[in-house]
Structures are given as C-alpha cells and as structure tokens.
C-alpha cells in the first residue's frame, strides 16, 4: 500500500504560478512513476505531467512549456510548477503513484495510488 498526501491547490489569477507537492509514505520502494492527473466534473481524469524513478518526464500537452514536474527519490515526493495558468487549467488535481512490485510466487503485479486530490482555480 501506498499512501498519498497532496498540498499547495488553491486560488490564483490568469497568468500566475502554483506549486503542488506530493509525499508518498508506505510501500514506497515499489514506485516506478510519480505524476499528477487533473479533472474536471463531467470530464475523464487526464495526465498533466509524470516523472520516472531515472528522471524521465511527459506532459499533457495542454500543459507543455508550461508546467513542469521535479521529484525528489529520497524523499518520495513529486512537485508540480504550474506557470502561465489559465482559467481552462481549473481542476482538481490528483497526484499519482505506478507501482510495481514482484510477489512471492514471481508474479508481476502493478498498481495505481490516487491522493485525495486538490482544488486548482484560476480566476480573476
């Protein structure tokens, strides 16, 4: 199991900035991907931004030069830069963990772990 815990959503103006963190806490050596994902009521869950284990890094492509997504391994935490928001960047934003893990009997199972989420609003 790993659990999740979100910070930094919030109210902000049209052009302005937010940083989101995420610590993960629990089974955590399992961790192969960290990211966030954002929705909107009526709409599906759909990826902003995640980050491997090595670094390596996808963007949303509403959200490309943008946001960016830093992670820090020895602590399990993902933080997400959100710069030049817009009001369509209005969501509530979930930080995500891909978990893979090997068990007993050499089986190959994956996992996906959701935070609470968070309220992003971007108004004037």
Request: aromatic share 8%.
């Amino acid at each position: 199991q790993v659990r999740l815990v979100e910070s930094g959503g919030g109210l902000v103006q049209p052009g302005g900035s937010l940083r989101l963190s995420c610590t993960a806490s629990g089974s955590v050596s399992g961790i192969v991907r960290m990211g966030w994902y954002r929705q909107v009521p009526g709409n599906e869950r759909e990826l902003v931004a995640a980050i491997t284990r090595s670094g390596n890094t996808h963007f949303g492509d509403d959200v490309k030069g943008r946001f960016t997504i830093s992670r820090d391994n020895a602590k399990n935490t993902v933080a997400l830069q959100m710069n030049s928001l817009k009001p369509e960047d209005t969501a509530v934003y979930y930080c995500n963990a891909y978990v893979v893990v090997v068990t007993s009997a050499d089986e190959v199972k994956d996992f996906d772990y959701w935070g609470q989420g968070t309220l992003v609003t971007v108004s004037s």
